[in-house]
């Protein structure tokens, strides 16, 4: 059974960094590209970036040089590192793998 556990949201204020976690189970992990969305309210689900299984990152123009992803293959673990944040940033997060998406994790950037 795969499953992906994001953690890590939280309040932040703007110019403020945040490191969220996604946690995988049920798969070998170590060969599989992971993925990072966001969905904020009335507001469609897009892409933001992901990790090959050799390390190899691809961030959306938008949010490139403010966020990076890096993966731990011995804990199983993805990280969106968010730096610069902004109140558009604000959304919940998710992460997806194996066409499984995670619970997501809430990101709230306010003054």
């Known amino acids: 059974q795969v499953q992906l556990m994001e953690s890590g949201g939280g309040l932040v204020q703007p110019g403020g960094s945040l490191t969220l976690s996604c946690a995988a189970s049920g798969f070998l992990f170590s060969t599989d590209a992971m993925t990072w969305y966001r969905q904020a309210p009335g507001k469609v689900r897009e892409w933001i970036g992901s990790?090959?299984?050799?390390?190899?990152?691809n961030i959306r123009d938008f949010v490139r040089g403010r966020f990076t992803i890096s993966r731990a293959d011995d804990k199983r673990t993805v990280y969106l590192h968010m730096n610069n944040l902004k109140p558009e940033d604000t959304a919940v997060y998710y992460c997806?793998?194996?066409?499984?998406w995670g619970q997501g994790t809430q990101v709230t950037v306010s003054s």
């Open positions: 990790v090959g299984a050799g390390g190899r990152t």
């Open positions: 997806f793998a194996r066409e499984t």
